[in-house]
């Protein structure tokens, strides 16, 4: 709901993004179609085969704290807005999305805060995420086993 509120979508016309779409899922809530501006064109769905087929041409996106959402953009090269659900049990969302944001791989809000975010971020202050290499953690895990090593 956050994203489809007059704050977030005037902040993102004043930085200049001309497009919304916004994935649903599940949800019971739909978000409006129109802006207040109607220079701002904004449209839904519920689920996609393919998700990163719209993340591919989107400048920017805004996602859940979910970290295969998180790692999906990222791996794209994509800006990326979390926004962190202060209502789950844990917090391990919250602690992913603010390490990656302290790190400057991405921006980290909260549903109140997204337009504030929106509006202050400096897409020239992300630094590129750089997946780390998983094979010398598998050569241990080999080792331990008793598995040949290459």
């Not at 919250?94 to 975010?117: D, I, N, V, Y």
């Given at each position: 709901?956050?994203?489809?509120?007059?704050?977030?979508?005037?902040?993102?016309l004043q930085k200049?993004?001309?497009?919304?779409?916004?994935?649903?899922?599940?949800?019971?809530?739909?978000?409006?179609?129109?802006?207040?501006?109607?220079?701002?064109?904004?449209d839904h769905f519920?689920?996609?085969?393919?998700?990163?087929?719209?993340?591919?041409?989107?400048?920017?996106?805004?996602?859940?704290?979910?970290?295969?959402?998180?790692?999906?953009?990222?791996?794209?090269?994509?800006?990326?807005?979390?926004?962190?659900?202060?209502?789950?049990?844990?917090?391990?969302?919250?602690?992913?999305?603010?390490?990656?944001?302290?790190?400057?791989?991405?921006?980290?809000?909260?549903?109140?805060?997204?337009?504030?975010?929106?509006?202050?971020?400096?897409?020239?202050?992300?630094?590129?995420?750089?997946?780390g290499d998983a094979?010398?953690?598998?050569?241990?895990?080999?080792?331990?086993?008793?598995?040949?090593?290459?």
């Amino acid at each position: 709901m956050a994203v489809d509120s007059p704050e977030v979508k005037k902040a993102l016309l004043q930085k200049g993004y001309t497009d919304l779409l916004i994935q649903m899922g599940r949800g019971t809530y739909v978000p409006s179609k129109v802006s207040e501006d109607a220079t701002l064109q904004v449209d839904h769905f519920m689920f996609s085969p393919s998700i990163a087929d719209n993340m591919r041409t989107a400048s920017l996106v805004i996602s859940h704290a979910g970290s295969g959402s998180i790692f999906e953009t990222l791996r794209l090269g994509k800006p990326l807005i979390v926004v962190v659900n202060e209502d789950l049990m844990d917090n391990h969302q919250s602690e992913l999305a603010e390490e990656l944001a302290e790190r400057k791989h991405l921006f980290c809000a909260h549903p109140q805060t997204l337009g504030e975010t929106i509006g202050a971020m400096d897409l020239g202050t992300l630094v590129p995420y750089v997946p780390g290499d998983a094979e010398p953690v598998v050569t241990l895990i080999n080792k331990f086993l008793g598995f040949p090593v290459d």
